[in-house]
Structures are given as structure tokens and as C-alpha cells.
């Protein structure tokens, strides 16, 4: 359920449009303070916190935000949740926000646009619920591949990191990813570089933060979500 990036090997890190388009200073804000959520923390109640929570940011070069994921998983049940933010394409002063939600076999996408209006959207029932599975687990095991190499341990801020790296080449342009990972084997920080002429470039810096929250059934209400009449219908193959 990401979102489509640059290239195809890009798109496991970075949801980007191909114009590099970045959000302006209020949106810089909105994303700053996150979207808001139902679901609490749960503290010392780790086996209550069912709900794994993941939020993807990504800056340019000089530290603008180029676009912000966060999402949401309930490990023990069929719901996942996910936000999306960028630019509008052709006014990077609005934010546009992309929402999608399953809850067991339903599940309901729409875009809203600066103002908070639905401008799109739709319903879709599934013939069967959507496995139960781990988003942390499955961003941990997407660093165990091959293609990464562990360049032993590094420091920054007084913290110890795992530093991975992967170069590869794809649309014919070659890229490099350099990853800090903590102790939980989940990525931190990235690096993005594109290669010309042997001389490497710096594409985008991605932070990256989590957290485990109580299970709360309105996080993934599909029923409360009331898409407007004569709504332009969402294109499925984006969903």
C-alpha cells in the first residue's frame, strides 16, 4: 500500500513526485505536528499496543519536506491505515491528502484537498479480510536482503547505529542508499545519492519514527468516513 516513487528500486524508500516538488512552510507545519490520532499510547502495556505506527519523512537537500507517510497496522486484526501527504502538482502551496483505510474486508480510499474537501473517492469490499501481518516486521526484513551490506557499526549523537548500504542501477540511472538502523534492526535515517559521471549526489535525507499504540476501533472506522454524493470516483489502480 505505498505509494509510487521515482524508480522502481526507489520506491521502497521514498514516495516522491518525478518533479521533486516540495511542501511549502505551512505545509512543513502540518506535517511537523502529525496527523491527529485516536488510538493512545500504551506505555508500559506492550502486549495491549497492538497497533504498529510508522511515519516516513522525506527532506530535500536544503531540508525542505518533500513528502510525509504515516501508517497504521493492527497486528492482531484485518486494519491498516495509511496518510499521505504532497503538493498539489499544479500549486505546491496546497497540501493534498491522500487517505486509506481496511478494516477486514472494507476498505475506503478518498483525497482531500487543502481546504479539507473530499475532492475524490471510493468504496471497496474485499472477497476475503486482509491478512494479519507486522508493518514494523516486514520494514525490518526488507533490510535483511542481499542487496544490503552491513558496513559494520557507526555513532552519531552518541548513539550506536548498524550502517547498511546498496547501490543499484534502475531506469538507467544508478542510485546509492546509506541506512542507519537501530538495535532493533529497524532504519532510522536515509541517505539517497544518485551517481553521474562517478561523482555522487545528494537526492533526499529520510527520518524515520515509530511507535506501538492501544488498539482503537475509530482509527479504522470505514463506516465514518462520508464520501460526498457525485464524488469523483478514486482510480482504483492508485488505491
Not at 52 to 67: A, C, H, L, Q, W
Not at 99 to 111: A, D, E, H, L
Not at 205 to 233: G, M, R, S, T
Request: hydrophobic residues 35%; proline residues 4%; positive net charge.
Amino acid at each position: 500500500m505505498k505509494k509510487a516513487l521515482i524508480t522502481a528500486s526507489v520506491m521502497t524508500v521514498v514516495a516522491v513526485p518525478t518533479s521533486s516538488a516540495f511542501l511549502p512552510s505551512a505545509a512543513n507545519a502540518a506535517v511537523s505536528n502529525g496527523s491527529v490520532v485516536s488510538a493512545q499510547q500504551a506505555g508500559p502495556e506492550v502486549e495491549a499496543a497492538s497497533v504498529e505506527y510508522m511515519k516516513r519523512t522525506v527532506f530535500s537537500p536544503d531540508g525542505k519536506i518533500v513528502n510525509a507517510q504515516e501508517e497504521w497496522q493492527d497486528t492482531k486484526a484485518s486494519c491498516y491505515k495509511s496518510v499521505f501527504l504532497t503538493p498539489a502538482k499544479d500549486n505546491p502551496d496546497k497540501l493534498i491528502t491522500e487517505v486509506s483505510i481496511v478494516n477486514g474486508k472494507q476498505r475506503v480510499s478518498f483525497t482531500k484537498d487543502s481546504n479539507g474537501k473530499i475532492t475524490e473517492g471510493g468504496r471497496q469490499t474485499y472477497p476475503q479480510a486482509m491478512k494479519q501481518k507486522s508493518l514494523l516486521a516486514a520494514e525490518k526484513e526488507r533490510y535483511t536482503r542481499q542487496e544490503w551490506k552491513n558496513q559494520g557499526k557507526v555513532s552519531e549523537n552518541g548513539v550506536a547505529y548498524t550502517k547498511k548500504t546498496r547501490t543499484y542501477t534502475s531506469v538507467g540511472e544508478k542510485f546509492t542508499e546509506v541506512a542507519l538502523m537501530n538495535q532493533s534492526g529497524l532504519p532510522v535515517k536515509e541517505t539517497i545519492f544518485i551517481i553521474k559521471d562517478g561523482k555522487s549526489t545528494l537526492l533526499f535525507n529520510v527520518n524515520y519514527q515509530y511507535d506501538k499504540l492501544k488498539a482503537d476501533n475509530e482509527l479504522f472506522n470505514v463506516d465514518a468516513v462520508k464520501l460526498p454524493e457525485n464524488i469523483k470516483p478514486k482510480d482504483k489502480t492508485k488505491w
